[in-house]
């Protein structure tokens, strides 16, 4: 069965920083990527950030470039995102997911449950 849970959530001041998590289990992590994907109140779902760790290839929303890292680490399969000089419009539930394609982030069904973000300003 495939699993993914999210942690690391919670709530900062504008300029802050947080660490969300993403582990894995279920199915061989090296073989896919990542995305993190994030939902702001009445806002459709938007892809943040994606990685797959076999070729390394990264994805960032132009909206997080230079503010927010992804990375993997295989042996625990756990991929995290550092995010930093978080802004109010980072507000929103962050969710992981496999994904197929990291130039489209298009997903493969596979969702974690998701964990809050809030930057108060």
């Known amino acids: 069965e495939v699993q993914l849970v999210e942690s690391g959530g919670g709530l900062v001041q504008a300029g802050g920083s947080l660490r969300l998590s993403c582990a894995a289990s279920?199915?061989?992590?090296?073989?896919?990527?990542i995305g993190w994907f994030r939902q702001a109140p009445g806002k459709s779902r938007e892809g943040v950030s994606g990685?797959?760790?076999?070729?390394?290839?990264?994805y960032y929303a132009d909206s997080v470039k230079g503010r927010f890292t992804i990375s993997s680490d295989n042996a625990k399969n756990t991929v995290y995102l550092q995010m930093n000089s978080l802004e109010p419009e980072d507000t929103a539930v962050y969710y992981c997911?496999?994904?197929?394609?990291?130039?489209?982030?298009?997903?493969?069904?596979?969702w974690g449950q998701g964990t809050q973000v809030t930057v108060s300003s």
């Open positions: 997911a496999v994904v197929d394609d990291i130039a489209t982030m298009s997903t493969l069904g596979f």
């Open positions: 990685i797959r760790s076999s070729t390394g290839r990264i």
């Open positions: 279920g199915f061989a992590f090296d073989d896919y990527a």
